[in-house]
């Protein structure tokens, strides 16, 4: 399964809106998408799984939402650390999958 | 507080055989509850998926790298493994180990804990 990320740089401010957007090649089940958050030097870190459920200690400025095609990672309002990569992943069939990343950028 | 942590050799020469360990405290490798698996990332790239391997030794692989990738568990060694043969410059990456915890009845969280990656080079 091919994820395509969109866009592949987003530039905004600190406290406005970021929304990320993940396209499946084939349905993906949304027990089965989960979105990460990677900074250069560091581990990635797992934000979102099961396409909508927050990881243990995410802020809920991150959300996930989507089924079948359509993923979207949404940041209500950017704080300086969350300027990043961001990955989604489909781990539901093999091989598992990664999009190929979207950098949030200070505007 | 599960930590993960990867080690092996920085340099590898072109067809030799890549060897890294990730040690884990905090989790036993043979609760049915984690699995476990290997990611990497090359320079200026994205993740690529490697393997994951279940609590009862099932393993599963990229088709990319499967003929030459081989994942296992030393459990008295607490310790997750990964082999990766005739390995080539593009084989050059950031590798890190992970583990996925279950959240039901197959139902997974994605990968929620992380090593620190090691940065694996193949030159001559």
């Known amino acids: 399964i091919v994820l395509t990320q969109s866009p592949d740089i987003l530039s905004l401010s600190p406290g406005e809106r970021a929304t990320v957007s993940c396209r499946a090649s084939?349905?993906?089940?949304?027990?089965?998408l989960a979105w990460y958050q990677h900074k250069p030097g560091q581990a990635p870190r797992l934000l979102i799984y099961g396409a909508s459920n927050r990881a243990t200690g995410i802020p809920d400025r991150f959300s996930g939402s989507g089924s079948g095609i359509e993923f979207t990672l949404t940041i209500s309002s950017l704080e300086p650390e969350d300027f990043a990569l961001y990955y989604c992943q489909q781990y539901g069939r093999l091989p598992y999958t990664f999009g190929q990343g979207t950098k949030v950028e200070i505007k | 507080q599960m930590q993960l942590q990867e080690s092996g050799p920085g340099l590898v020469k072109p067809s030799e055989t890549l060897s890294l360990a990730c040690a884990v405290s905090g989790a036993s490798l043979i609760n049915s509850t984690y699995y476990w698996g290997w990611v990497r990332q090359p320079p200026g790239k994205g993740l690529e998926w490697i393997a994951n391997?279940?609590?009862?030794?099932?393993?599963f692989y990229n088709p990319s790298l499967k003929s030459r990738v081989t994942i296992s568990v030393d459990t008295s060694k607490r310790r997750l493994s990964l082999t990766l043969s005739a390995v080539t410059a593009a084989d050059t990456a950031v590798y890190f180990c992970?583990?996925?915890?279950?959240?039901?009845?197959?139902?997974?969280?994605?990968?929620?804990?992380w090593g620190q990656g090691i940065l694996v080079t193949v030159s001559s």
């Open positions: 992970a583990s996925s915890l279950r959240m039901g009845d197959d139902f997974w969280s994605g990968y929620d804990y």
């Open positions: 084939q349905s993906v089940s949304d027990r089965n």
């Open positions: 391997i279940y609590y009862r030794g099932n393993t």
